[in-house]
Structures are given as structure tokens and as C-alpha cells.
């Protein structure tokens, strides 16, 4: 299943739930339907929901301090929740390349929430990332990790595993 139908189950998850304010469970049950045939898909949404909902006070803060003209309540509900989706992503979920994390954000938020979105979203996730590679994910989250896998280094060739060849006969 494609990850993209997974991130719009889970932002409808965490809008139900912040919306509705039912238990993460019931919220699981009722809008993650149609994940339960792949245990993996279903997995990996109940985990970005969790870990959205447990880490949001601090995401918020994060959140907060790259959008220091606004006023955070007045910023869009569905953009507020992509937000903390993403950056949960950027500081928890080592596996996923930022640049996923980054394009899936923005795509979602042309998609659920206004025409602007996009690029707001995009602003917000670009800062945090430079933060996280000017400052270390540990500065801003409790227990966020660093990332590692492919897609993740860009130009700089000192924090690049070296590249092995195949040898040639």
C-alpha cells in the first residue's frame, strides 16, 4: 500500500481525534479501516498517530518558533496537524528521508486543507529541517533520533557512509 494513502488516513485520524477527542483506540478503529488487511500500513499509521499525539506539546513548540508573526490558534487547523505529522516524522521516524516527509507534507496539505497550504507547510518543514542540521534533532525533541538510510545526505561527503564497488572480473 502506498504510503500516501496512509498519511491521509492518518491526518484524518489525528483531526478526528482532535476534533472529536475520543481514546487514540476508538479513533483507530473508526477511521483507520481499510489498513487492517496490511499489517504493516496499519502499523506504521497507528505509530505516526501516537507519536504525533504523544510528542504534540512539544512539536508545538517547534511549531511556534518558525511561525513567530502568527498567531498559532489562527493557523489553519488541518495545516497545524500536517505540521506536527511531518515534523514527528523529521524527529522520530529514522527510517523515512526527509525529502519524503517533506513532499508528502506539502501534498497533503494542497490536498486537505486551502491553496496556500502547500507552500506554508513547506516554510515550516524546511526551517525545522535546517534546524535539525544546524542544531541536532536532540535540541528540539525529547528522544528524537537522527536520521540514517538513503536520501539523506545532500552535498556533504564527510557524514556520507563510503560507497563500496562491486568488484569487476
Given at each position: 500500500m502506498r504510503r500516501r494513502i496512509i498519511r491521509e488516513k492518518v491526518v484524518q485520524a489525528l483531526y478526528a481525534h482532535e476534533i472529536a477527542g475520543d481514546p487514540l483506540e476508538h479513533v483507530?478503529?473508526?477511521?483507520?479501516?481499510?489498513?487492517?488487511?496490511?499489517?504493516?500500513?496499519?502499523?506504521?499509521?497507528?505509530?505516526?498517530?501516537?507519536?504525533?499525539?504523544?510528542?504534540?506539546?512539544?512539536?508545538?513548540?517547534?511549531?511556534?518558533?518558525?511561525?513567530a508573526n502568527w498567531d498559532f490558534k489562527r493557523i489553519a487547523i488541518l495545516d497545524r496537524l500536517i505540521l506536527r505529522m511531518g515534523i514527528c516524522e523529521l524527529l522520530y521516524f529514522r527510517e523515512i528521508p526527509p525529502k519524503v516527509t517533506m513532499n508528502e507534507a506539502i501534498e497533503l496539505a494542497k490536498l486537505f486543507s486551502t491553496?496556500?497550504?502547500?507552500?506554508?507547510?513547506?516554510?515550516?518543514?524546511?526551517?525545522?529541517?535546517?534546524?535539525?542540521?544546524?542544531?541536532?534533532?536532540?535540541?528540539?525533541?525529547?528522544?528524537?533520533?537522527?536520521?540514517?538510510?538513503?536520501g539523506l545526505y545532500e552535498g556533504d561527503t564527510a557524514d556520507r557512509p563510503p560507497k563500496t564497488r562491486k568488484p569487476t572480473t
Open positions: 483507530f478503529a473508526c477511521v483507520l479501516t481499510g489498513l487492517e488487511d496490511n499489517k504493516a500500513a496499519h502499523e506504521f499509521a497507528k505509530n505516526l498517530v501516537a507519536q504525533t499525539v504523544k510528542h504534540s506539546a512539544d512539536i508545538d513548540k517547534i511549531i511556534k518558533a518558525r511561525v491553496e496556500r497550504s502547500g507552500q506554508f507547510v513547506n516554510g515550516v518543514l524546511d526551517a525545522v529541517l535546517n534546524d535539525i542540521k544546524n542544531v541536532g534533532p536532540e535540541q528540539l525533541g525529547d528522544g528524537a533520533v537522527t536520521k540514517a538510510g538513503r
